[in-house]
């Protein structure tokens, strides 16, 4: 595969790769960007993503960032060269890569054609572990960008090598170790929450976080330990309070979205409420648990 001569960079004379093109085996992580794909693989052969794209004729519009903060989205011709160039089949790279609906000029289009577009920051992708993208592109230490898995708190976390991450912003995984409750919660998820008892409880320990209810010491001393382990966390111009609360809550939030998963379909009388604050108490390992009248526990007990 050749491209134009004004766009070789340097590499072999008259050729445009600096290695053979699908030499280099870059894999994409599980829910990696397609933009952070991009970057690695063209990376590892010491291109742009720009000068990727022009060597596979694939023509390419928007104004490219670094990952977090834009996506790239491919026609499908586009994809079906790139599945060629990186030796992948189609369908690994489809399960592979997130799967969302790009736009309608390009998922419609027949044309190898990419479009770069921005994205929101309560929808960026986050740092993927360090060691997996070692692992998985071993030619280019490119640091990797993913999405949550759509069924848990929005974070990353990987149990093998003890990392996480829970927002864009920050510019690297954190180490995990001192904090070993994430990572034995992130184990015993298997049995995912519902997305209805998931919302409800992410919404709740936000709120009683912010609100330094209940639980407001344990976080206190959890964020403490996960700080002092990660003095890369950046300290503005959001703190590591809020950068890391989804983290710092996450053990709670599951304990609390699996409680509200098993109760009944209509509201509870004023006795099961009190049964059920007091399992709740001894599943948070709490000596007691009562909450203020305008908690929104209390709306979601009162709700069919």
């Known amino acids: 595969m050749t491209a134009p001569t004004a766009t070789r960079p340097a590499g072999r004379a008259g050729t ?13 992580l599980p829910r990696e960007s ?10 590892a052969y010491q291109l742009t993503p720009a000068h990727l794209l022009d060597g596979l004729h694939i023509t390419a519009t928007g104004t490219p960032t670094a990952p977090p903060a834009t996506e790239i989205h491919l026609s499908n011709e586009a994809t079906r060269r790139l599945s060629h160039f990186t030796r992948i089949p189609p369908a690994h790279l489809a399960r592979a890569l997130p799967r969302r609906p790009p736009p309608a000029a390009i998922g419609t289009a027949h044309a190898a054609t990419a479009r770069w577009q921005p994205v929101q920051p309560a929808l960026q992708p986050l740092p993927a572990c360090t060691a997996c993208t070692i692992h998985r ?25 003890q990392q996480a991450s829970s927002d864009p912003r920050h510019p690297a995984p954190l180490d995990i170790r001192p904090v070993p409750e994430l990572t034995r919660t992130h184990l015993r998820a298997r049995r995912r929450p519902t997305a209805t008892s998931l919302t409800w409880a992410s919404t709740i320990t936000t709120r009683w976080y912010d609100h330094h209810q209940h639980l407001h010491e344990r976080w206190h001393t959890r964020l403490g330990r996960l700080t002092a382990a990660n003095p890369h966390i950046p300290p503005g111009p959001a703190s590591p309070t809020l950068t890391c609360r989804n983290l710092i809550t996450y053990p709670e939030t599951l304990t609390l979205a699996a409680a509200l998963d098993r109760l009944p379909p209509h509201p509870l009388t004023r006795t099961q409420q009190t049964a059920f604050l007091h399992d709740l108490a001894n599943r948070l390992n709490l000596p007691r648990l009562a909450p203020a009248d305008h908690d929104l526990l209390w709306q979601r007990l009162a709700t069919r």
Do not use: E, K, N, Q
């Open 34 to 43: 397609t933009a952070s794909y991009l970057t690695r693989l063209a990376a």
């Open 16 to 28: 445009m790769w600096p290695t053979p093109p699908g030499a280099l085996h870059v894999r994409p």
């Open 137 to 161: 592109s071993p030619h280019h230490a490119v640091p990797a960008w993913i999405h949550p898995a759509p069924d848990l708190p929005r974070l990353m976390i990987c149990t093998r090598h």
